[in-house]
C-alpha cells in the first residue's frame, strides 16, 4: 500500500520481517517553513514523503534507517508545539505532532523500534549526528560576523557541521564529512579552524606514538637506544614511518568527523 502510494517515485519497501507501526501526517521544519509531510514507521525504517493527495499519493520519499536515529524531545515555543527532533548522521530536523498525546505516541513507538533494533543486532547506538539547521526566518544577518543581513544579493548559506546560517565570506571554506557526504561539505569559518585542529591534534599524536614504538623496537633489539654506525638510518626510516602514520591517521580522522 505505501509503495503504491509512493508510485514510480519510490523505492521498493517490502522486505521480509518488515512491518507497518503506524502512519500519520507530521509538521516538518524546512529551511523556509514549516511544511506538512505524510511519515510511515515501520520496525526498521522511517519513510516520509510530501502530500500530493491526502491518503493517496505521495513523492520526494525519503527513507531513514532507525538504527542511525535519536530522538530529542523539544520545549513549545509560541505556536511550534508537541516538536521533537529527528536526528541522524546525515541528516538531522524538527518535527511536530499536532497533539501532545499524539507526540508522545510517535516518540515512544520510534524508539521501542530503535531498542529493538539495536538489541538484535548487537549494534551500538550511532554516537555523531548532523547538526540541526537553524531555519532561515530565525537568521536575518549572519550568525558569525553578525554583520552581512541577507537579502536577493547576499544569499543564506548553512554550516554543515553546526547549522548556523552565515553569508558566503564567513562560509568560504570546506572540510570532509564523511556521514553526510562523500565530498567536502561548507563550514563556517569557526567550524573549520575546530576540525583543522582537531585533526592536525589526531596527527601528531598519531606520528608521535609512531615515533616511540619505534624507539622501544630500536631499544629491545639492540638493548640501547645508541646505535653507532646507524643513526641516521634509523632516524630517516623513523620519519618516512612517521609520515606514513601521519597520512593514515589523517584519513582516519576525516572518516570519524
Known amino acids: 500500500m505505501v509503495e503504491s502510494c509512493?508510485?514510480?517515485?519510490?523505492?521498493?519497501?517490502?522486505v521480509p520481517g518488515r512491518v507497518l507501526v503506524g502512519e500519520g501526517v507530521l509538521t516538518k521544519m524546512c529551511r523556509k517553513k514549516p511544511k506538512a509531510r505524510q511519515f510511515f514507521l515501520f520496525n526498521d525504517i522511517l519513510v516520509y514523503g510530501n502530500i500530493v493527495l491526502n491518503k493517496k499519493k505521495y513523492n520526494k520519499q525519503h527513507i531513514i534507517p532507525l538504527e542511525e536515529v535519536k530522538l530529542e524531545s523539544l520545549e513549545d515555543d509560541g505556536q511550534l508545539r508537541n516538536g521533537w527532533l529527528i536526528c541522524t548522521a546525515s541528516k538531522s530536523f524538527a518535527v511536530y505532532a499536532a497533539t501532545s498525546t499524539e507526540k508522545q505516541e510517535w516518540m515512544a513507538h520510534i524508539n521501542k523500534c530503535i531498542e529493538d533494533l539495536l538489541r538484535k543486532s548487537g549494534k551500538k547506538a550511532v554516537q555523531v549526528h548532523a547538526a540541526v539547521w537553524v531555519p532561515d526566518s530565525e537568521a536575518p544577518v549572519c550568525m558569525h560576523c553578525k554583520k552581512t543581513q541577507f537579502n536577493v544579493i547576499s544569499r543564506r548559506h548553512h554550516c554543515r557541521k553546526c547549522g548556523a546560517v552565515v553569508c558566503g565570506p564567513c562560509s568560504s571554506k570546506r572540510f570532509l564529512l564523511p556521514s553526510q557526504s562523500s565530498k567536502p561539505l561548507r563550514v563556517c569559518l569557526?567550524?573549520?579552524?575546530?576540525?583543522?585542529?582537531?585533526?592536525?591534534?589526531?596527527?601528531?599524536?598519531a606520528s608521535g606514538l609512531t615515533a616511540e614504538a619505534l624507539r622501544d623496537g630500536m631499544k629491545d633489539r639492540s638493548g640501547s637506544a645508541d646505535s653507532s654506525g646507524e643513526e641516521d638510518s634509523?632516524?630517516?626510516?623513523?620519519?618516512?614511518?612517521?609520515?606514513?602514520?601521519?597520512?593514515?591517521?589523517?584519513?582516519?580522522?576525516?572518516v570519524y568527523y
Open 190 to 205: 569557526t567550524c573549520y579552524d575546530v576540525l583543522s585542529r582537531m585533526k592536525a591534534q589526531q596527527s601528531n599524536n
Open 6 to 14: 509512493f508510485g514510480s517515485s519510490g523505492q521498493p519497501l517490502a
Open 234 to 254: 634509523d632516524e630517516e626510516d623513523e620519519n618516512n614511518l612517521s609520515r606514513g602514520q601521519g597520512d593514515s591517521a589523517a584519513t582516519h580522522e576525516e
